[in-house]
C-alpha cells in the first residue's frame, strides 16, 4: 500500500513538475514586459488606448501599425532607440514617454529587491546592460508579432 502511494506520488510530482516546465517555457517575456510598462498607456492592444491616455498631452501611438506606417517595414531600430530613451521623437515635444532602457535596468534606484530572474537574464557576467537589452528586445519582437498586416 505505501509503496503503491509513493509510485502514485512520484509520478503525480513528476507530472506536475513537467507540466510547471512546459508552462514556464509557454510565458511570452515580451508581451508581459508590454502588459506591465506599456498598456496602461498603448493599451492591453497596443493600439493606443490606454487608460492613462486622456491624461497625456499627446495621445500615444498606435503601436500595431508601425510597419505600415514604416513602408511595410518594421522600424526596429528606431523602436529600440525610442524605448531606451537614445532617440528623441521631436513630435512629442518634451519626452513624455518613460525612458524604459532606465526603467528597465534592474539596479538602478536601488534600494529594491531585484527579480532574481534578472540575474538569469543577464547571462555569466551579471550585466545589468544585458538584462536592460533583452528586456527591450522582448517587447519589441512583442511588438513585431502584433503588427497589422
Not at 140 to 145: E, K, N, P, T, V
Request: charged fraction near 20%; include cysteine.
Amino acid at each position: 500500500m505505501i509503496a503503491s502511494c509513493l509510485k502514485w506520488l512520484m509520478t503525480a510530482g513528476l507530472a506536475a513538475g513537467v507540466a510547471g516546465a512546459a508552462h514556464a517555457q509557454d510565458i511570452d517575456v515580451g508581451k508581459s514586459e508590454f502588459q506591465s510598462s506599456c498598456a496602461s498607456c498603448h493599451g492591453a492592444d497596443g493600439k493606443g488606448n490606454g487608460p492613462l491616455r486622456d491624461q497625456l498631452k499627446v495621445p500615444p501611438s498606435d503601436l500595431t501599425i508601425l510597419a505600415r506606417n514604416n513602408n511595410g517595414t518594421f522600424p526596429a531600430t528606431a523602436l529600440y532607440e525610442t524605448i531606451d530613451g537614445s532617440r528623441a521623437v521631436p513630435a512629442h515635444g518634451s519626452r513624455e514617454m518613460p525612458i524604459w532602457g532606465e526603467r528597465f535596468n534592474p539596479i538602478v534606484n536601488l534600494p529594491h529587491s531585484v527579480d532574481p530572474s534578472y540575474w538569469k537574464l543577464a547571462g555569466p557576467e551579471q550585466s545589468p546592460e544585458v538584462v536592460v537589452r533583452k528586456r527591450i528586445l522582448a517587447v519589441i519582437d512583442y511588438l513585431g508579432r502584433i503588427q497589422q498586416k
